[in-house]
């Protein structure tokens, strides 16, 4: 059975210093409610997800107590992937007509600190000062450049892209743009990645109202399906977070994985992508994953963001509400902001950036720690297959 | 007497050698020892000393203080170099004892101890080889 996204909605990113994280989850569902003509008492599925903010069933004090299955998950950055999946297939196989997926979290200022113990680690991996996730970021980068011949400038134009589509679209964080030199010349964080190379820790929720087919042309004008959605690990080989050693040749990522079960599902190749949202908590991951999800080759980066290709008006639109660069990452809630301004691009109402000419397929893709990738291709109904 | 952060991450302290895994069957080296191969699964793999010496892969500079559990120096913290050490059989990451002008990918580097945190216990780093 096609499953089909019959409403969205979210918060603003950025800073809540008043909110909770159920109070964000809490906006984000009713919007998402609103936003599909349809009611809480008409849900007979929940699937929420946080990282560290609370117990995304506690909703339904809030909500009202309908009695209605309410599972939730907690895989890192794959979290919203892995909710919208849990849904999907719920509907697939009959055990629910109208589902509400959210995700929401609340982190604090500053970089994640993470526990060695909890990634089966040492102690000593933390205390010499090697478990910080910029580092990784960088090193992949560095490696990443020097390998295909990219140049710090790439880095500078995913960023100075992702805030100029930040600074277009009401609901993100950092509204204001900054030039591929200010990008280059602020301070060096991790080199060869500079302050606004690196998304920070933020806050937010969004949610979204998932209907099987025959339900959803009564809930939305354009219903935008789900045609694939994938969660995978990573295998031996692939260069991942908190790793005290790696294979001399580690390039096995589980995106390139996630992205082709994607696209295989969904019968569709990336080249036939018109809207594009993949991971960048760093612009170097960005780089990365455009190239581990099929959307263009290695290497092939610097000449697509030096001519614009991946803005909005560009062959290939990449983050087009700014990104986890220009959203920070509310790690729980990012899966799902991709799938909401896909949805909303392919629907022709973009809060942001639209991108031109009717787009028909999009794709969304997270990638986080311990390795884990889900991916996400979504179209509008009669899109070409 | 040499006291380091994790007894069970050397072979040997004098000269400092690394103890890795090598699987038993195919051959995957892995660092720290663990009880199965991560690539085939076979648990039980061979412990082995790995090579002191290798070639920078990649690195990058830690310029702000991590939070805990990071044990910053006594003198307080002051930014540092960190690599993957390619060693031929497994890259290996860890502090690098390199001016960051002087670091590139490729850079010939060997195994040494140096002092952490408080200055009583020493991890291993590489420094640039002469
Ligand atoms: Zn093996």
């Known amino acids: 059975m096609t499953v089909a996204i019959v409403g969205v909605g979210m918060t603003r990113f950025g800073r809540h210093d008043e909110l909770s994280g159920l109070d964000l989850a809490e906006q984000a569902v009713r919007e998402a409610l609103a936003d599909a003509g ?26 009202g107590l309908t009695g209605l299955a309410f599972p939730t998950v907690r895989n890192g950055c794959a979290t919203g992937g892995v909710a919208l999946a849990t849904a999907a ?24 600190a993470s526990d060695p113990a909890s990634y089966g680690l040492g102690a000593w991996y933390g205390e010499t000062g090697l478990m910080v996730t910029t580092q990784y970021f960088a090193m992949k980068t560095r490696r990443y450049l020097h390998e295909h011949g990219l140049s710090e400038e790439s880095l500078a134009r995913v960023s100075a892209r992702a805030f100029r589509n930040g600074a277009a679209h009401p609901r993100a ?19 060869p990645l500079t302050q606004y190379m690196l998304c920070q820790p933020s806050q937010g929720a969004v949610a979204l109202v998932v209907t099987g087919e025959e339900r959803a042309a009564d809930l939305a004008e354009r219903p935008v399906r789900l045609a694939a959605v994938s969660v995978r690990t990573r295998r031996y080989g692939s260069f991942e977070v908190f790793s005290p050693s790696l294979d001399p040749v580690p390039r ?91 949805v909303r691009q392919l629907q022709g109402r973009a809060l942001g950036r639209q991108v031109p000419g009717a787009p028909r397929v999009g794709f969304t893709h997270v990638y986080g720690a311990p390795g884990t990738s889900s991916c996400a291709v979504l179209t509008l109904e009669g899109a070409r297959s | 007497m040499t006291t380091v952060v994790d007894p069970g991450l050397f072979t040997s302290l004098d000269p400092p050698r690394l103890a890795g895994s090598r699987c038993r069957s195919c051959g995957t080296v892995t660092f720290p020892v663990g009880g199965s191969c991560p690539r085939c699964t076979l648990p039980g793999p061979d412990t082995v000393a790995l090579a002191d010496a290798g070639t920078v892969w990649t690195w990058t500079v830690q310029t702000f203080p991590p939070k805990p559990p990071y044990v910053p120096p006594a003198g307080g913290f002051s930014p540092y170099a960190v690599g993957y050490v390619d060693l031929g059989d497994v890259l290996v990451e860890g502090h690098l004892l390199v001016e960051p002008g002087h670091l590139r990918i490729g850079l010939p580097v060997r195994l040494v101890l140096t002092p952490v945190g408080d200055g009583s216990r020493s991890t291993f780093a590489f420094e640039a080889t002469p």
């Open chain 1, 38 to 63: 349809t009611a809480w008492s008409d849900v007979d599925l929940a699937v929420g997800g946080s990282n560290v903010s609370g117990k995304p069933d506690a909703l339904v004090s809030r909500l």
């Open chain 1, 89 to 112: 297939d719920a509907i697939r196989a009959g055990r629910a007509r109208t589902a509400v997926v959210v995700g929401f979290d609340k982190h604090e200022r500053g970089a994640f």
């Open chain 1, 173 to 191: 964080w950092r509204r204001s743009p900054l030039s591929v030199e200010q990008v280059l010349a602020a301070a060096p964080v991790n080199p």
């Open chain 1, 252 to 342: 096995r990522s589980p995106s390139i994985d996630a992205a082709d079960s994607a696209f295989r599902t969904a019968g569709l190749s990336p080249s036939e992508v018109d809207v594009a949202q993949v991971q960048d908590t760093d612009s170097g991951s960005e780089l990365i994953h455009l190239a581990e999800t099929g959307l263009c080759a290695h290497g092939e980066q610097e000449k697509l963001l030096a001519d614009g290709q991946t803005d909005a008006e560009g062959a290939l639109p990449v983050n087009t509400d700014g990104g986890c660069l220009a959203n920070g990452e509310p790690i729980g809630a990012s899966g799902l902001r991709q799938v909401h301004e896909v």
